[in-house]
């Protein structure tokens, strides 16, 4: 059964370092988007995708965010500058096309930021 | 902002009993989606009740949505030590490109 499936598993860096995080979404799949978690809290949406370009995004998702499909499978987060509080859990999602139904999420990645 | 709110945020009860997990939300919706999410991983969607809808049954689960109380609920009945986990509603503001809104969940333990 396709799945969506993210890269790393868990990321360890220092305050001020870029990340990338790294998703592959289910192949015919048009609407990409990137959740995150912090420990013992609510999933939080970031931002959501379609057609190349951000369709929505959070109060979350500042300029410190950017979100690409540089190949037609890959979708990454980037963090430029990360900070402390952004140490989370981040799940990608991806759905089929227009209308209502559900996301299909992936297992996510830990991000620690010392 | 709409938000689903779930009670309780903890449940504990022993296998075989049923589970019944609330959630409520603030503004006008397209549908309600509940989502599982076991210790450390990701979320697994369980059953979606559009706004038009007012039960809806998937296997041991049953949801129900009254609209008028902003509210929704999710039976898990016979429940199972594998039941364990937490729970999730989400609501759809509408039916185009819109970001799942999630409460802050239910813990669920379901003691063998």
């Known amino acids: 059964e396709p799945e969506v499936t993210q890269t790393p598993s868990h990321q360890v860096t220092q305050m001020g370092q870029e990340v990338i995080l790294r998703c592959v979404p289910i192949?015919?799949?048009?609407?990409f988007y990137w959740y995150r978690q912090i420990l013992g809290q609510k999933v939080e949406f970031l931002v959501s995708f379609y057609n190349n370009e951000i369709s929505e995004k959070s109060e979350i998702f500042d300029d410190q965010f950017s979100v690409e499909r540089p190949d037609g499978s890959n979708f990454t987060l980037k963090i430029r500058s990360t900070k402390l509080e952004d140490s989370a859990m981040y799940f990608c999602?991806?759905?089929?096309?227009?209308?209502?139904?559900?996301?299909?999420f992936g297992p996510g990645t830990r991000l620690t930021v010392l | 902002s709409q938000q689903g709110e779930e009670d309780p945020q903890a449940l504990s009860i022993q296998e075989g009993e049923n589970a019944t997990m609330n959630c409520s939300y603030k503004?006008?919706?397209?549908?309600l989606q509940w989502y599982r999410q076991n210790s450390g991983r990701g979320l697994v969607h369980l059953i979606l009740?559009?706004?038009?809808?007012r039960e809806k049954h998937s296997g041991r689960l049953r949801v129900t949505l009254d609209t008028s109380k902003k509210s929704s609920s999710l039976l898990i009945t016979a429940s199972r030590a594998a039941d364990t986990a937490s729970y999730f509603c989400a609501t759809v503001r509408n039916s185009g490109n819109t970001p799942l809104v999630f409460g802050k969940g239910t813990r669920l333990s379901v003691i063998a």
């Open positions: 999602a991806s759905r089929p096309g227009q209308g209502i139904g559900e996301q299909f």
């Open positions: 009740i559009r706004s038009n809808e």
């Open positions: 192949s015919n799949h048009l609407y």
């Open positions: 503004t006008s919706i397209n549908n």
